[in-house]
């Protein structure tokens, strides 16, 4: 099905809007997950039992990027800088914790660090 010209340019208005705010959503639900739900205890206990050194003190810098950088997302502010980080720290996931093809995490997350290369790329939409 082909897009009409209108309907294009309201994708590339609000669509890139919306893409930007659900990427955020997913870290900044995550984090604060991690925070209230799991615990940053349990977090740093998991970290630790998958190998990631200084699993334990390493709990509190992800909670927090998670939870600013996804923030930051939603509401557009410094959304490259934010993006950025967020890849670097998908990517160290990746690597630390999905490199089996089986997983199918694995290709959720290069998949996700496709969408962030596009807000890197694009900025924060709404053009």
Known sequence: MMMS???R???RKYGTIIGRILMGLLFFGGGLGMLF???PENVGLYFISIGVPFGA???WPVIILKIVAGGMLMVGYRVGVAASALILFTLGTTLIAHMDPNDTNLFK???IV???LYVVAYGKGGR
Do not use: R, S, Y
């Open 5 to 7: 010209t209108e309907h």
């Open 9 to 11: 340019e309201l994708v």
């Open 37 to 39: 739900m799991q615990g």
């Open 57 to 59: 003190l390493m709990a």
């Open 109 to 111: 997350n290069l998949a």
């Open 114 to 116: 496709g969408g962030l």
